[in-house]
């Protein structure tokens, strides 16, 4: 039996909670499928810890967007019944882990957007996205660390490592465009003091980077060009691949509780 | 049959030291008063609610806490318990009680340094062995054994062990 997809109502304040809300639950599924795989021990513990925080941050998120649309949705129907193109995460975090360095730059390019973006949104006018924000920014501080860390040791380590982190941040680069990008609806919420203006935070950003990547003696690329779509439903053939393992317990057996 | 009636603030102490006795199912030597996961108990006739804050947003052990704090107030008594979930403001280690830390340490785990030293791009901080009490420590990972737990070693006692992060 097919299970069909919810139905949600995007206001632009339901819409504002889903793209985080969907960031979130993306980049943790991505980095919880190196469980098991990682190149070490101590290693694998943290990629799995940063999946569960970044895991729990989305499930606050789904819950204030279905409490925020007011219909019969919750965290898991959110997370479980809905297809690739009613997703509104980032291209970014969507991106196949690749070498570790691509998950390590993935890794990098996000957190140094989101650490500073969580800061932001402490100050919100909107009660429940200021206390999200506050859980979440004590986490990214400590993401952006450990992926600070492994870019430096890595670009700045073996000719062979030196490349592949290289590689992975011109491969990466195209799809950081879209975190800075705000639409009509968002725009609505920066003034009404509720969203954050991620426009005001790039400069932090680029700054962040260009320490680390300098550290790494690693260089960041020049062109400007920026691949876009995620934030409106229009993804990567990759999402789709994803969401069929992320969904395919609720998607076989309807219904299905622990 | 003599029926004593408790005053409501002998109801409350009863339900949070019923509620303040649950522990951490990671960390048995601490309770949820000692690590400030429990914020506030509230008594209204024959209602009690809990509230508590999670620790780190993903953190598995919550679901477990709030199943026994509702086991403890029924067996303290307190029927139909109800246990909410309170954002704000964002629990931090510093609201570990010194009783607590003092029981991390004895029990093997380093407790956590005042959070004013989290925001450090690069991390360079000093954590005393709780074995032997040597400050020639060094981390050997970010990430431990649950998501509150870096893992360090020892260099003077040779030990590995687990420091409770600040957070």
């Known amino acids: 039996m097919a299970v069909s997809n919810i139905e949600v109502s995007e206001t632009p304040l339901v819409l504002y909670a889903l793209r985080r809300a969907d960031d979130a639950l993306i980049l943790g599924h991505r980095l ?74 993935r890794q990098l390019f996000y957190s140094a957007f989101a650490d500073p973006y969580w800061r932001a949104m402490m100050t919100s006018r909107d009660a429940t996205l200021a206390a999200i924000a506050a859980k979440s920014e004590k986490e990214s501080a400590y993401h952006l660390r450990h992926a600070s860390e492994w870019i430096i040791r ?10 592949r982190a290289q590689a992975a941040i011109d491969h990466l680069w195209a799809f950081t465009g879209e975190m800075f990008a705000v639409d009509e609806g968002e725009r609505a919420l920066i003034h009404a003091g509720i969203a954050v203006d991620p426009g005001t935070l790039r ?40 969401l069929s393992e992320l969904q395919s317990m609720q998607r076989t057996f309807p219904g299905l509780t622990w | 049959m003599v029926t004593v009636l408790e005053n409501s603030a002998g109801l409350r102490q009863r339900a949070w030291d019923a509620a303040a006795s649950v522990v951490d199912p990671e960390i048995p030597v601490l309770t949820i008063a000692d690590l400030g996961v429990l914020r506030d108990v509230t008594v209204d006739g024959d209602h009690v609610e809990v509230a508590i804050t999670p620790t780190y947003s ?98 003077t006692c040779r030990e590995p062990f687990d420091y409770f992060k600040c957070h």
């Open chain 1, 32 to 105: 919880s499928e190196w469980c098991g795989h990682a190149p070490m021990l101590e290693e694998d513990m943290a990629l799995s810890n940063i999946a569960l925080d970044l895991i729990g941050q989305a499930r606050e998120l789904y819950s204030y967007a279905a409490k925020a649309e007011g219909k019969n949705n919750d965290e898991d129907t959110l997370a479980y019944l809905r297809d690739v193109r009613q997703y509104r995460n980032l291209l970014l975090v969507e991106q196949p882990n690749g070498d570790f360095a691509q998950t390590l730059v």
């Open chain 1, 154 to 163: 890595l670009g700045d380590g073996t000719d062979e490592s030196h490349q």
């Open chain 1, 203 to 242: 400069g932090r950003w680029l700054a962040t980077l260009s320490h680390v990547v300098g550290e790494a003696t690693l260089t960041l690329p020049q062109n400007d060009w920026m691949q876009q779509g995620g934030r409106a439903g229009r993804h990567s053939e990759h999402l789709g691949h994803l």
């Open chain 2, 58 to 155: 993903g953190c598995p052990a919550m679901n477990m806490i709030a199943l026994e704090i509702e086991v403890a107030l029924e067996r303290a008594g307190f029927q139909h318990p109800k246990v909410r979930t309170v954002l704000s403001p964002a629990w931090t280690t510093d609201w570990m009680s010194e009783e607590g830390r003092e029981k991390l340490r004895a029990y093997g785990i380093a407790p956590p340094q005042a959070s004013n030293s989290r925001r450090a791009l690069f991390g360079e901080q000093a954590v005393a062995c709780p074995q032997c009490g040597s400050d020639k420590t060094e981390l050997l990972s970010e990430f431990g054994s649950t998501s509150c737990k870096a893992l360090w070693r020892c260099k």
